[in-house]
């Protein structure tokens, strides 16, 4: 009625998947993001976030499934941004306010399955305020990568798009 289990036949298969499991489980812990430590890293974090979410909200419509906002970099890095101009820091942190709130709505369609969530989005705002924190960091990295080298950053040149 019932066989054995002979688990000696199945030790070429076992010996090929467990290296595949350890190989896919070490190369998502090696892929995870480093913190950044100096200023040129957080700013060219930030920098490659906004100029994401810029793509995102440039293909953002009514119908369709919108992908949501990058915020990462920002939550990693607000507290250590006092390096950057008080003027920046409060466009950075209006950009990632309403990054936060695109978020939050287009959650709210998906789990309401409405679209009518969508249609509170100020999408005109929200490219405006990405354009000006964009532009802000764009300087700050031209200017500090240049004083500082072209090592400085360990990122190579993200100026574009």
Request: hydrophobic letters at 35%; a positive charge.
């Amino acid at each position: 009625m019932f066989e054995s289990c002979d688990l000696g036949a199945d030790n070429s298969q076992w010996s090929t998947i467990i290296p595949l499991i350890v190989l896919v489980v070490l190369s998502i812990v090696m892929r995870r993001r480093k913190s950044e430590k100096t200023p040129q890293e957080i700013a060219s974090s930030l920098f490659s976030d906004i100029n994401n979410n810029q793509r995102i909200v440039e293909g953002f419509s009514f119908q369709g499934r919108p992908k949501k906002l990058q915020l990462g970099s920002w939550q990693r890095n607000n507290a250590k941004i006092d390096f950057l101009e008080p003027s920046l820091r409060s466009s950075l942190a209006s950009t990632f306010r309403l990054s936060e709130d695109f978020n939050m709505q287009i959650e709210s369609a998906k789990t309401y399955r409405s679209s009518s969530y969508l249609e509170g989005i100020s999408v005109d705002k929200l490219k405006r305020s990405m354009e000006e924190s964009k532009q802000g960091l764009e300087d700050w990295l031209k200017s500090n990568m240049q004083q500082t080298g072209p090592d400085a950053g360990h990122r190579g040149c993200m100026f574009g798009g």
